[in-house]
């Protein structure tokens, strides 16, 4: 049988572009390409989510890293952004600002100015304290002032010495002298003109000393009165100088605060602060009268805040919390590391004598109130891996507010001096970016989830390879010259990296969608043109810089090779071997694959335990190989035992595997040596084979094919390439094809064959030089053929089981209870 008609042309093998399509010197000379390509869906998606303003319309992009899935909504968002200024549509942008709560300090209060106002507003505050201080301390250092408290005191001082001096001629007129005492004043008995001692007093007879006391005690009576009626006196003088420093302060600070009520009128939370304020200044006069108070040259604050904890002059203080003076339309935000204070804003403290203090001036936004009115940009796997930040963004999308609160107390942690700042509200668009994955658990996981992000944005990692997108394409290589500062391509070098996008997908007519390696492509290709001092970056550039990266990246490839050279890997490129077969594996590390051949054996024998998988046995084997090898059985039984019970036990091997099996891809592989181990026909060891199958025998495409087939290719080269070596792959798998074109030219030269099939019966054909045969109208199948040993072979399995149970039976040994096998 020859296996020609089955041999895949060289010119089937690689797609290779035309640079005659680009009309042009180089790319310098075409207009860079900003936006992305072929990305219609989720362009789509993205245009809808961000024009709809109804709550719970956030963005979910999903798709694979390196497709440009940021960069392009990003890009969008600006040019929805142009689009609207172009219509002459405006933008309510403010600005936010954390004020001083006079009522509850630990939670400060947030109020909104228009943009542009807040540090504004900031600074007027800043010039009030300044004027009231100046202005207060010049009215309370005047002499007319000086005069008219010094006048109110020494009126008071006249009638207090008034009281002091009528009880005091009363008490002589009694007998008794009044003196101060360090304790008050005191009433002492006088004898001759002067002060009775106490030795004086206590040779008095009792009678005398009652009397002295009984006048004692009425006198200390009315001096009571009277320090009742100085006390009042004292506090009508100290309430009149009160009144004195209020009038003033009320008369010098209404004036102070006429132009700031007026200008911020329209904004009742600004207008109740600037009350507050005026109130809190009327009744702290005594801060205002002296001068600026010194600064501790160590610490940095005020003594007087030393002394009690606290700034007398917070109040005046303002946090500029979101400053929009700069934005230009909508904020874009991307926060790149969205922990909890990245996220939602942070409350930093200031270490003060063995604590920490805080205050409405230490809270710092984050990318959230930041975003406040535009758009936030957050990658979906750090929000979901950084704690706490997940639930805290659901919660801020539902509520529409954004709280600055302390990681500490979102872990149940104690936090020193805990504010409670009001929630700032918020109306932003929230995109998330992850891969499709992430966004099905969360669908299915997340209840929440479809409520919040009810648009998903799809991005395909590979496009449709049409003459548009090509040149779309060397647009977007023009675009990445510029960006990169590298040199421009020529046709060739374009040609040579849209034929590579279509190998990274491993498909002809499409192209690979993920942006950031071709940037990569881009930046290594320039290097490699810059060794050669070139003017620009060619097809050979293109081709150094790819295999270059491979050499870089296949180590563990090569020692694998020098396994199999050395025969410490045993794998035959030559001669004929009953029941083995040379699969084909793809080991994928990290931005890396490579493919070896695996020494794949089967053995057939009397019995009916089936097809034995003995990488399952050993539980080296994968759900979905060990379904491929479940396959077989079935398949053997459709086309083999339609007349008799499949009698059949078969062990299958990856020869040397120690590691885990997975995928269906080597289904027909086992397959076919079970059949070569049937008929007993020796399969061609210089041909390897992958590819799946199903019950009917229909070959299924795989993935990996073009590694497969260079990884063959390798070895039989290493080994010496005979002209007859090659690979077997499924007929579907032809559109797969982009092979490297060392590869192509052997198999031009005849030193290489690729081989496709459509069944298994095409397969064993081409694996073993004899004819597959198919069903006659008698139902057998033509002698000599594959089919017809291996149903031959089966039958007589049969026959001889069916007679070592009759044997047994009639030799009075219990037969096994499978009663189908002696029908």
């Not at 810089?545 to 199999?564: G, P, T, Y």
């Not at 020494?599 to 089936?610: C, M, Q, S, V, Y």
Request: glycine share 8%.
């Amino acid at each position: 049988m020859e296996p020609k008609k089955y041999e895949i042309p060289a010119n089937d093998l690689r797609w290779e572009c035309d640079p005659k399509l680009f009309q042009f010197q180089c790319t310098k000379d075409l207009a860079p390409l900003r936006e992305f390509i072929g990305q219609d869906r989720a362009t789509r998606a993205v245009e809808f989510g961000l024009n709809m303003v109804n709550s719970g319309y956030n963005i979910y992009v999903a798709g694979l890293t390196g497709t440009g899935k940021m960069s392009m909504v990003k890009t969008y968002i600006e040019r929805i952004i142009k689009e609207k200024q172009a219509r002459g549509e405006t933008f309510a942008l403010e600005d936010w600002c954390y004020l001083y709560n006079f009522k509850e300090p630990d939670c400060p209060c947030i109020a909104s100015l228009p943009q542009g106002e807040g540090k504004s507003f900031k600074n007027k505050i800043s010039e009030l304290l300044a004027r009231v201080r100046r202005e207060l301390g010049q009215a309370f250092s005047i002499d007319e002032y000086k005069k008219q408290k010094q006048k109110t005191i020494e009126n008071g001082q006249a009638e207090q010495q008034k009281i002091v001096e009528q009880i005091s001629e009363e008490s002589r007129r009694e007998g008794f002298a009044l003196e101060m005492t360090p304790v008050g004043p005191a009433l002492i008995p006088i004898k001759k003109g002067h002060p009775m001692q106490e030795s004086e007093y206590l040779t008095l007879d009792e009678s005398s000393k009652k009397k002295i006391e009984a006048k004692q005690s009425e006198l200390r009576k009315k001096l009571q009165a009277s320090l009742v009626t100085i006390n009042a006196l004292q506090k009508k003088t100290l309430e009149l100088l009160q009144k004195t420093d209020k009038d003033i302060g009320e008369y010098t600070v209404s004036a102070l605060f006429v132009g700031l009520v007026e200008g911020y009128s329209g904004l009742p939370a600004v207008k109740q602060y600037l009350a507050d304020l005026k109130t809190y200044i009327l009744e702290n006069l005594e801060l205002f009268k002296g001068a600026e108070e010194p600064v501790n040259p160590i610490l940095g604050v005020p003594v007087s805040q030393l002394v009690s904890g606290r700034n007398p002059f917070l109040p005046f203080e303002v946090n500029v919390y979101v400053d929009n003076s700069e934005t230009k339309g909508p904020p874009v935000i991307i926060e790149s590391n969205p922990n909890f204070s990245n996220v939602f804003g942070k409350i930093e403290r200031r270490f003060l004598f063995g604590g920490y203090l805080s205050d409405h001036t230490m809270l710092k936004a984050g990318a959230l109130s930041q975003a406040n009115g535009g758009y936030l940009l957050l990658s979906a796997n750090d929000v979901l891996t950084n704690p706490a930040v997940w639930p805290a963004l659901k919660r801020a999308i539902k509520n529409k507010e954004a709280k600055t609160e302390d990681p500490f107390e979102q872990f149940g942690l104690i936090a020193p001096q805990g504010l409670k700042p009001e929630p700032m509200p918020v109306k932003v668009k929230v995109i998330l970016t992850g891969d499709d994955m992430l966004y099905q658990l969360l669908s299915m996981y997340d209840e929440d989830f479809w409520e919040i992000f009810k648009v998903k944005a799809d991005f395909d990692f590979e496009i449709k390879r049409t003459d548009s997108n090509m040149l779309a394409y060397a647009a977007f290589l023009s675009g990445c010259c510029d960006e990169c500062q590298t040199r421009h391509f020529d046709p060739g070098g374009v040609a040579k990296v849209i034929e590579y996008s279509a190998r990274m997908v491993s498909d002809r007519d499409r192209l690979s969608s993920r942006f950031a390696l071709v940037k990569d492509w881009v930046e290594e290709a320039n290097y490699w043109a810059g060794q050669e001092n070139s003017q620009f970056i060619s097809a050979r550039h293109v081709q150094k810089a790819i295999d270059e990266k491979r050499f870089r990246h296949n180590l563990l490839d090569e020692k694998m090779r020098d396994m199999i050279n050395l025969g410490t890997i045993m794998i035959d490129t030559s001669g004929a071997v009953v029941g083995q077969v040379n699969g084909l594996s793809v080991y994928a590390l990290g931005d890396t694959m490579f493919s070896k051949p695996s020494r794949i054996t089967a053995k057939t024998f009397l019995g009916r335990g089936g097809v034995i998988n003995i990488e399952r046995e050993s539980q080296l084997s994968g759900p979905v190989h060990n379904k491929g090898v479940m396959i077989l059985s079935g398949y053997l039984g459709w086309k083999y035992a339609q007349d008799r019970p499949l009698s059949l036990s078969a062990s299958l091997c990856f020869e040397q595997s120690y590691e885990g099996v997975e995928g269906d891809s080597a289904s027909s592989t086992e397959l076919y040596a079970i059949l070569s181990s049937l008929a007993e026909i020796p399969i061609k060891q210089n041909l390897a084979v992958t590819g799946s199958v199903n019950q009917k025998g229909e070959l299924q495409p795989i993935g990996g094919v073009n590694h497969k087939i260079e990884g063959f290719f390798q070895v039989c080269q290493s080994n010496g390439l005979t002209g007859d070596q090659g690979v077997l792959i499924p007929q579907q798998n032809l559109r797969n094809l982009m092979l490297r074109e060392d590869v192509v030219d052997a198999v031009r030269n005849g030193k290489f064959h690729v081989y496709s099939a459509k069944t298994i019966d095409e397969g064993i054909e081409i694996l073993t030089g004899v004819a597959a045969g198919l069903r006659q109208a008698d139902g057998n199948y033509p002698e000599g053929s594959v089919n017809y040993l291996v149903d031959k072979k089966l039958r007589d399995m049969a026959e001889r089981l069916k007679g070592f149970y009759y044997e047994e039976k009639h030799d009075g040994h219990k037969a096994l209870p499978d009663k189908s096998i002696l029908t």
